[in-house]
């Protein structure tokens, strides 16, 4: 089973909307960690925001916040006030805990393009 | 900036060749890991380090090795390269249980 899923290929924002990107995974381990990376054209992968599994608040980085529901094991993320800038790829990953031996090695999604029209 | 650097940014060779990537962790995080990138397998880990010691194994070939200094940079070294491995390859680095910070990547082009 895919321990990473993310079920929109892609997706398009008007400029200044704000855009969910949707991130479920599978575990369990009841300590784990969540992750967001962007990826422009350019190819560089940017970190961008991180949840662990007893956070009990939900992470938020600027205009990026992620909406983490553990009963159902989503961990969208929201980009509010989209921007010209924001359109990439957008990968969500998943890092288990101890018993992966303190590898901490995440696993990633497939990634969701994201196009902002002006 | 990440802090992860990578080096080099390209690199073009042909199918047989043997290339070496190179990679400098941020400063005071011991673990460095590679990834594989291509548009058909996605990101694809591929090896572990931790202070120098192998850490975890993943889908790494064995025509593939890698090694972490006592400076804790990394090389990455591919051999009897084939045109499959043409990819994006990356190093990130981390401590502990935090995010991984990922260099710029090696883009590998195999002619």
């Known amino acids: 089973a895919q321990k990473i899923t993310q079920t929109q290929p892609g997706m398009f924002v008007q400029e200044k909307e704000a855009v969910t990107l949707d991130c479920t995974y599978d575990?369990?381990?009841?300590?784990?960690?969540l992750f967001w990376y962007k990826q422009p054209s350019s190819g560089e992968m940017i970190f961008l925001i991180y949840q662990g599994s007893y956070d009990q608040q939900n992470a938020t980085e600027g205009r990026y916040s992620l909406n983490f529901q553990k009963a159902r094991k989503s961990a969208n993320l929201v980009i509010s006030a989209s921007q010209l800038g924001d359109s990439a790829m957008y990968f969500c990953a998943m890092r288990e805990g101890p018993a992966s031996g303190g590898s901490y090695i995440p696993t990633f999604g497939r990634g969701t393009s994201l196009i902002v029209h002006p | 900036d990440s802090g992860v650097t990578q080096t080099p940014k390209h690199l073009i060779t042909a199918t047989g060749q043997r290339v070496t990537l190179r990679c400098s962790p941020r400063s005071g995080d011991l673990s460095v890991y590679w990834y594989q990138q291509s548009l058909d397998q996605g990101l694809q880990f591929l090896i572990q380090?931790?202070?120098?010691?192998?850490?975890a194994k993943g889908n790494i070939l064995e025509r593939f090795s890698a090694q972490q200094f006592p400076d804790l940079h990394s090389e990455l070294n591919l051999s009897s390269l084939e045109l499959g491995d043409s990819a994006l390859y990356f190093c990130a680095s981390s401590v502990g249980d935090q995010p991984q910070h990922f260099g710029d990547g090696t883009r590998l082009s195999i002619l």
């Open positions: 575990t369990s381990d009841p300590s784990y960690g």
């Open positions: 380090y931790y202070n120098g010691e192998e850490r």
